[in-house]
């Protein structure tokens, strides 16, 4: 099973995601958006997959920071994109890239049945 991790080291999330996968014995691949970027083709599966509403974590600190101007311009997948590949930080982590299915944020309960192979 060939799984790949997209995020920020230090985020608080995504170490609890990785230490669930490495408690778990789940291999995988990790990409910081920090030092490698967002890969834009990737960035588009995810916008399919799991919506850019829930990929575009307008709870965090960086969205807060964000002149209110440039939150108003995000209105569909294009423009949420454009912010995204501009500021990884917006984007919700962990991003996991599990065989067949791609997950938005850490749910230890999906993760145990996709673990699984489910």
């Known amino acids: ?8 080291p230090n985020c608080d999330t995504v170490k609890k995601a990785r230490t669930w996968l ?3 014995g789940v291999a995988y691949a990790f ?13 588009a599966a995810w916008s399919r997959a799991a919506g850019w509403d ?3 974590n307008r709870q965090g600190t960086t969205w807060r920071k964000l002149d209110p101007g ?8 294009a ?3 454009q ?9 919700k982590r962990p991003v996991v890239e599990w065989p067949g299915r791609t997950t938005v944020g850490f749910d230890p309960a999906t993760w145990e049945s996709l673990a699984e192979g489910g």
């Open 83 to 91: 912010l995204m590949l501009a500021q990884p930080s917006v984007i």
């Open 79 to 81: 423009s949420a994109r």
């Open 70 to 77: 440039v939150q108003a311009a995000v209105h569909d997948d």
């Open 54 to 56: 829930k990929l575009l």
């Open 22 to 24: 490495d408690a778990h």
């Open 1 to 8: 099973m060939s799984i790949t991790v997209y995020g920020i």
């Open 31 to 43: 990409h910081d958006f920090k030092k490698a970027g967002v890969p834009a083709d990737r960035l």
